[in-house]
């Protein structure tokens, strides 16, 4: 069956960066697929319609694989020409202060939902010869994240996998790019319960600075791309200075109270 535009499937649609990209790929003549795990999705369905193609809006939980398997079935078997994995959660405070059933939220969303949507979308891309997957990994991923220990240790994994299936899928037709943003002006730090912390109430990165620079690395096929100066200089740091150090800058971020300091 022909299609007049190419699809997007854009995941964490709802808000923030997610919403951002679907903005730049609506804007860029593709079709719209976008998916949260909140009603918000569906306002910003509506929002995104004024760009003339067609968007359908799914509420699912994409930390399950019913929740992936839900969305990859409104995919219907269309051509998937862009997946765009930004569905993601946070969790602050210190790990053991955590309720676990969040934190294992956090690493099903970012982890498990992800990788099995990959799965499932890059085996069809595989088959067509052509596709582009971007991923919001972040630069979190560098550093050990005390008082977001299980979100970092998230990233880390993403920017790792990214990097690496990117490899396994040169010569493919797929491109594999991983979006590595900082602190960003998105709900994030309220649902994480960051907004008593340092890091919670800086100034950040506008989102959709943020979603155009990832937009552009996917379409070029870049690798990964570190959204802003600041956060270049943090993720070279990260390179060169010791865990412990790394651990200990992090706490002075995202350590409860440290808003007040």
């Known amino acids: ?28 003549d593709y079709d719209l697929l976008i998916a949260a795990d909140e009603p918000l ?30 969305l990859y079935q409104k995919v219907g078997g269309r051509p998937v020409a862009a997946l765009v994995a930004n569905a993601g959660r946070g969790l602050g405070k210190g790990f053991l202060d955590q309720d676990f059933k969040e934190a294992r939220r956090v690493v099903d969303t970012n982890i498990t939902g992800t990788i099995y949507l990959i799965h499932k979308v890059g085996n069809d891309m595989r088959r067509l010869g052509e596709g582009k997957i971007l991923i919001t990994g972040s630069i979190a991923g560098f550093m050990p994240g005390s008082f977001q220990a299980v979100y970092n240790g998230t990233k880390a994994f993403i920017d790792s996998f990214s990097e690496a299936i990117r490899e396994e899928l040169k010569g493919t037709g797929i491109t594999v790019t991983c979006l590595m943003p900082g602190a960003t002006e998105t709900e994030f730090f309220k649902r994480a319960d960051l907004m008593d912390t340092k890091i919670g109430q800086e100034k950040k990165m506008d989102p959709a ?14 690798g990964q791309v570190i959204t802003g100066w600041k956060n270049k200089m943090q993720a070279a740091m990260a390179h060169v200075l010791p865990a412990e150090q790394l651990a200990k800058q992090h706490t002075k971020e995202a350590a409860p109270g440290t808003a007040k300091h």
Request: glycine share 14%.
């Open 209 to 222: 600075d943020v979603a155009k620079q990832g937009y552009d690395a996917m379409l070029a096929g870049d």
């Open 41 to 70: 999705i569906n306002d910003a369905a509506e929002q995104l319609k004024r760009y003339g193609g067609q968007v359908e809006a799914l509420e699912a939980d994409l930390s399950t694989t019913e929740g992936v398997d839900q």
């Open 1 to 28: 069956m022909a299609y007049g535009r190419p699809l997007a499937v854009v995941t964490g649609a709802s808000t923030g960066i997610g919403l951002e990209l679907a903005k730049c790929c609506a804007g860029d």
